[in-house]
């Protein structure tokens, strides 16, 4: 069954560093979203993305935050200018659709540590 | 936007006992409620899902069950087994929405 990937499964990083975290959607998906866990607490949506573009986005997704398809296969999330509130787990997803139809698949996530 | 509640934040039950979990959402134009379930250092699966046209769905020892007058909706498993501990979110979605609301996350722990 196709999956999800997600590299590197772990990063530790300077504060003020600039970090790229990969994700590899499901092939026939459309529809790619991050969303980050901080330990102990809940999954919180970051940014959905369709067509090349922004669909949505949280208030968490600010200017220090960017995506980018930059190929048919891989979707980066770019953090600069890392802060300590920056470490988390960060989940890629994809969906073949979007809206309520269509499951979303996470990958295994990229565990971010911002010293 | 939505604000989905879960409830407890951990459970644990003997095995073969039944574990249920509540969730309430906040947003009425929320129409789509899936569980999903993390498994230590894994990612998270769903397991199962309901529409709000629908009140209640089972799926061998999984069901779950949809109140949207209340706003509440809630996961039941049965005869619990020691593959079931694991970590268990609900989530929403609403009808012009992409994105997935998660409530807090359940720690079930099934002691054998």
């Known amino acids: 069954e196709p999956e999800v990937t997600q590299t590197p499964s772990h990063q530790v990083t300077q504060m003020g560093q600039e970090v790229i975290l990969r994700c590899v959607p499901i092939?026939?998906?459309?529809?790619f979203y991050w969303y980050r866990q901080i330990l102990g607490q809940k999954v919180e949506f970051l940014v959905s993305?369709?067509?090349?573009?922004?669909?949505?986005k949280s208030e968490i997704f600010d200017d220090q935050f960017s995506v980018e398809r930059p190929d048919g296969s891989n979707f980066t999330l770019k953090i600069r200018s890392t802060k300590l509130e920056d470490s988390a787990m960060y989940f890629c997803a994809s969906s073949e659709s979007g809206g309520v139809t269509y499951e979303q698949y996470f990958g295994p996530g990229t565990r971010l540590t911002v010293t | 936007g939505e604000n989905v509640e879960q409830h407890p934040s951990t459970l644990s039950v003997q095995e073969g006992d039944s574990a249920v979990i509540k969730c309430t959402y906040s947003d009425s134009a929320s129409n789509y409620f899936p569980w999903y379930k993390q498994e230590l250092g894994k990612r998270p699966q769903l397991i199962i899902d309901i529409r709000s046209n629908v009140g209640e769905k089972k799926d061998q020892r999984i069901a779950v069950t949809l109140n949207k007058t209340a706003k509440h909706f809630s996961l039941h498993i049965t005869e619990t087994q020691p593959e079931d501990s694991a970590v268990y979110f609900c989530a929403a979605v609403g009808v012009n929405d992409y994105k997935l609301s998660f409530g807090a996350g359940t720690t079930v722990t099934v002691r054998a």
């Open positions: 993305f369709y067509n090349n573009e922004i669909s949505e």
């Open positions: 092939s026939n998906h459309l529809y």
